[in-house]
């Protein structure tokens, strides 16, 4: 509180601090214990990819940081035994973490209707901006203006294009893999389109 008072006297007024990880959207104690740190008057911003290339880039990612071993089709037939009770024992747990959750999470990140329930619960659907990946390919100025309106910040136009963070190795999917993502996913998009109200922008097949 004390540095927050500061803080004011020394910006001159109100002030605007943030936080990004993507973890956050899926680990299942986030949302409780962001309310009760920092209230329920919050404006969140949610951003999400297309889940199969989503999964298909953690996997990536994983490998090239040397703690994924498996190869992609293993990973994701091993899955369901490296997540199970994972989720429930950080529930459970407040001092609980978990590497398995967090690292080998490749379809179970994808499923973004659940995630988002639970934020929904904890802020209202009302503060939370969902927005997708493909928003910001094809609009970033009008999509960060977006997120700055939402924010109540004003539009910071700009002709220099924006950085990319965390660029991967470009690879795609082989095309039957892709395939199979998208199948398995279609109905978890279904799911999310109707909580959201909208399409989504991501194939099905």
């Not at 008057?41 to 989503?54: C, K, N």
């Not at 927005?131 to 700055?148: A, C, I, K, Q, Y």
């Not at 795609?172 to 199948?183: D, F, K, S």
Request: hydrophobic share 35%; net charge negative.
């Amino acid at each position: 509180m004390f540095r927050r008072a500061g803080l004011r006297r020394r910006l001159g007024g109100r002030f605007r601090a943030g936080d990004a990880c993507p973890y956050y959207l899926f680990h299942p104690r986030t949302p409780k214990i962001a309310r009760d740190l920092l209230g329920p008057e919050l404006d969140l911003v949610v951003l999400l990819r297309d889940p199969a290339l989503r999964a298909w880039s953690h996997h990536r990612h994983e490998r090239r940081l040397g703690v994924e071993t498996l190869d992609f089709e293993d990973a994701i037939e091993q899955e369901p035994a490296r997540l199970a009770g994972e989720t429930q024992r950080l529930l459970d747990d407040a001092d609980a973490v978990s590497g398995l959750h967090e690292h080998f999470s490749y379809l179970a990140r994808g499923r973004y209707a659940e995630q988002l329930e639970r934020w929904f619960e904890a802020f209202g659907s009302e503060r939370i901006l969902v927005l997708f990946s493909e928003d910001h390919f094809e609009d970033p100025e009008g999509t960060s203006n977006r997120v700055l309106d939402w924010l109540g910040i004003p539009p910071n136009p700009s002709d220099a294009a924006p950085p990319i963070a965390n660029r991967g190795d470009g690879e795609a999917p082989p095309p039957e893999i892709l395939h199979r993502l998208r199948t398995h996913f279609a109905p978890q998009n279904e799911q999310l389109a109707r909580l959201l109200g909208r399409p989504v922008p991501w194939p099905d097949s």
